[in-house]
Nanobody
Framework: QVQLVESGGGLVPAGGSLRISCAAS????????MAWFRQGPGKEREFVAG????????LYADSVKGRFTISRDSDKSMVSLQMVSLKPEDTAVYYC??????????????????WGQGTQVTVSS
């Protein structure tokens, strides 16, 4: 069955770095755009970063642009998010998502077909 399993979350001080990853299985990874979303306490789920099927195209939320980098490894069916210069407002549960789209990277959660269970990222001030 389809699985997206996130890992690498944790507690990090403000200004620190963290890399989270998502292992995909049960579907043809190369047919799907991948994205990271996050949901902070009392907030709606929001788009963080996305990468298209080939890996050549990426999209970032303005709040993370220049600090976060999304990448994918098709050989390993994995997508990662490298986060630097972390801020307390980056604290959230981070979710990996997959969307069978041909061209676009969508930012709305409703566009995505599969979701992981999430990994907690906490940035202390």
């Amino acid at each position: 069955q389809v699985q997206l399993v996130e890992s690498g979350g944790g507690l990090v001080p403000a200004g620190g770095s963290l890399r989270i990853s998502c292992a995909a299985s049960g579907f043809t990874f190369s047919d799907y755009a991948m994205a990271w979303f996050r949901q902070g306490p009392g907030k709606e789920r929001e788009f963080v970063a996305g990468i298209n099927r080939s890996g050549a195209g990426t999209l970032y939320a303005d709040s993370v642009k220049g600090r976060f980098t999304i990448s994918r490894d098709s050989d390993k069916s994995m997508v990662s998010l490298q986060m630097v210069s972390l801020k307390p407002e980056d604290t959230a549960v981070y979710y990996c998502a997959a969307d069978r789209t041909i061209v676009a990277i969508f930012t709305r959660p409703m566009e995505y077909d599969y979701w992981g269970q999430g990994t907690q990222v906490t940035v202390s001030s």
